[in-house]
């Protein structure tokens, strides 16, 4: 079993609809997890990171974390053609400074 | 400012050949990672470069090597090639002193082992 699981999609969803994605993780240690944007035959790109629980909400974005059901979430509000993306989660332990454990991404499609 | 390049953008190879790879960060960063991402995954750590050596190794046999110069680019090597090692392999740059957290990638090698 991966220590992250994520859910390839495809996920597709009209423009300006709410996008959840998600991922689940079975390492209680992580502390810091990460969303990454890759578009494609493009490098991940940072979008949002966060410590331990809570929310965290950054202009469309709002990510979420439930370390009680080992659960992360990124929501995109409104979202728009130019969020279609792959979009992939990796976390981190609190003293493991060098190595991310990624998801393998979902692939969002947003429909005009 | 130029961010993380890499070059070639795509390389085909055949099995038992050997590949090297190059990476420039990002302008005033010191230290480079290299990660492999197979289609459909997420990307796999290789190894960290800081001050010219290698700092952190993940879980990849020793046909992996890497270089840093002292202008702070990089050169990842494959020696033996096998179908496996067909992915994008990333380069990401950051500060010294700061984690993988901050890090920026490059666009990519796309490498093909046929």
């Known amino acids: 079993q991966k220590e992250v699981e994520q859910d390839p999609g495809p996920l597709s969803v009209p423009e300006g609809a709410i996008v959840s994605l998600n991922c689940t993780y079975s390492?209680?240690?992580?502390?810091?997890f990460m969303w990454y944007r890759q578009y494609s035959r493009k490098g991940p790109e940072l979008l949002m990171y966060?410590?331990s629980s809570g929310n965290k909400e950054d202009g469309r974005f709002t990510a979420q974390v439930d370390k009680s059901s080992k659960y992360i979430s990124l929501f995109i509000r409104d979202s728009q053609p130019s969020d279609s993306a792959t979009y992939l989660c990796?976390?981190?332990?609190?003293?493991?400074?060098?190595?991310?454990?990624w998801g393998a991404g979902t692939k969002l499609i947003i429909k005009p | 400012d130029a961010g993380v390049t890499q070059s070639p953008t795509h390389l085909i190879k055949t099995r038992g050949q050997q590949v090297t790879l190059r990476c420039s960060p990002k302008s005033g960063h010191d230290t480079v990672s290299w990660y492999q991402q197979a289609l459909g995954q997420g990307p796999q750590f290789i190894f960290q470069y800081y001050e010219e050596e290698e700092r952190q190794r993940g879980n990849f046999p020793d046909r992996f090597s890497g270089h840093q110069f002292p202008n702070y680019s990089s050169e990842l090597n494959v020696n033996a090639l096998l179908l496996g090692d067909s992915a994008l392999y990333l380069c990401?740059?950051?500060?010294?002193?700061?984690?993988?957290?901050?890090?920026?990638f490059g666009p990519g090698t796309r490498l093909t082992v046929l």
């Open positions: 990796a976390m981190r332990r609190m003293n493991s400074n060098y190595q991310l454990i």
């Open positions: 990401a740059s950051s500060m010294s002193g700061n984690s993988t957290d901050t890090q920026y």
């Open positions: 390492n209680s240690a992580f502390q810091y």
């Open positions: 966060t410590y």
